[in-house]
């Protein structure tokens, strides 16, 4: 996969690192820059592609670090992996601990929000700010009906795996404004064949809609331990045409962080391809006032 990213590397200009977790995976990562530490943790089905404008623009004055989730981006796509929260959130602690990354300015979306602040969570003492972009990190029985259909047995696997149904979609329903073939190249890129589609499938799967799911006693211990991040500086950037984290989930986030400051933005669920300048200002002013 590495090799491939000549074929973006305009927007993308990053020699990812690895770090080796179970002692056979290789969890890809992205380490520009130095000083006070940002930390992106993506969701599904993107990969540090997503967050390229603001390690581009914050790795002048910060030490951006950006994960690819095992499956995703340059990792390793194994085929017998158990894709579920509790690994990914295990797999981020152990990127923190192994580079000892402190004072951390955390920025999470989609699945990142259960990742990143599932991380978080654990090692409160590591958190300096939150940067909560279109996400969630608590129990929800929301799910969009085109999601849901990709949860149907054989139907769904053969969707996303074989048709690419997921992120191929993603490309053009998630943003407002339609994205260049450049950086449609650039999302899809580690998503080319049935085997390398494994992780963007089991995502879906892995959403815990009831007591007896796999992930629902992480996610249950996330959501109870967000009150140990009350007072950490918070800022909530939201597109609000999104239509998968829709307003609804904006207004859950607030009842949790109730002082967090709000931006609402004209922009989909890939907000940065619709807003990232606004959005860059708007960080900058977070981070230096905090």
């Known amino acids: ?14 020699e990812p690192k690895d770090l080796k977790v179970e ?16 930390l ?11 967050y390229r404008d603001l390690i581009n623009e914050f790795s002048k004055t910060h030490r951006t670090v950006a994960l690819d989730n095992i499956g995703c981006g340059t ?3 194994p085929q017998d992996y158990d894709y579920t929260l509790e690994n990914h959130i295990s797999n981020l602690e152990k990127l923190v601990l192994a580079l000892d990354l402190k004072d951390i300015t955390l920025c999470v979306h989609d699945w990142g929000g259960a990742i990143g602040t599932g991380m978080a969570t654990r090692h409160p003492d590591r958190i300096k700010n939150i940067i909560v972009f279109n996400t969630a990190a608590f129990r ?10 990709c949860r149907v047995p054989f139907f769904g ?3 996303v795996r074989a048709f690419n149904a997921f992120a191929g979609s993603a ?4 943003t407002v404004k339609p994205l260049t073939d450049e950086v449609k190249h650039g999302f899809l890129l580690p998503y080319n064949n049935w085997e390398n589609r494994i992780a963007t499938h089991e995502f879906v799967l892995d959403i815990p809609l009831s007591e007896n799911h796999r992930s629902y006693k992480t996610l249950l211990a996330v959501e109870e331990g967000l009150s140990q991040l009350k007072d950490v500086p918070m800022t909530i950037i939201w597109g609000k045409y999104d ?3 829709d307003m609804t989930f904006l207004a859950k986030w607030k009842e949790f962080f109730p002082k967090a400051k709000v931006h609402e933005m004209e922009a989909g669920h890939y907000l940065f391809e619709d807003k990232g300048e606004e959005i860059i200002e708007i960080i900058k002013e977070f981070i230096n006032k905090n």
């Open 171 to 174: 490309t053009f329903m998630t």
């Open 40 to 50: 992106m943790v993506h969701g599904n089905p993107t990969w540090s592609f997503f």
């Open 75 to 77: 990792s390793d796509k």
């Open 243 to 245: 239509w998968c984290f």
């Open 140 to 149: 929800s029985q929301n799910i969009p009906k085109r999601i849901a259909l």
């Open 157 to 159: 696997k053969v969707a």
């Open 1 to 14: 996969m590495k090799e491939k990213l000549q074929e973006i590397k305009d927007l993308y200009p990053f």
């Open 23 to 38: 002692g056979q995976h290789r969890l890809s990562y992205v380490d520009e820059g130095e000083g006070q530490v940002m």
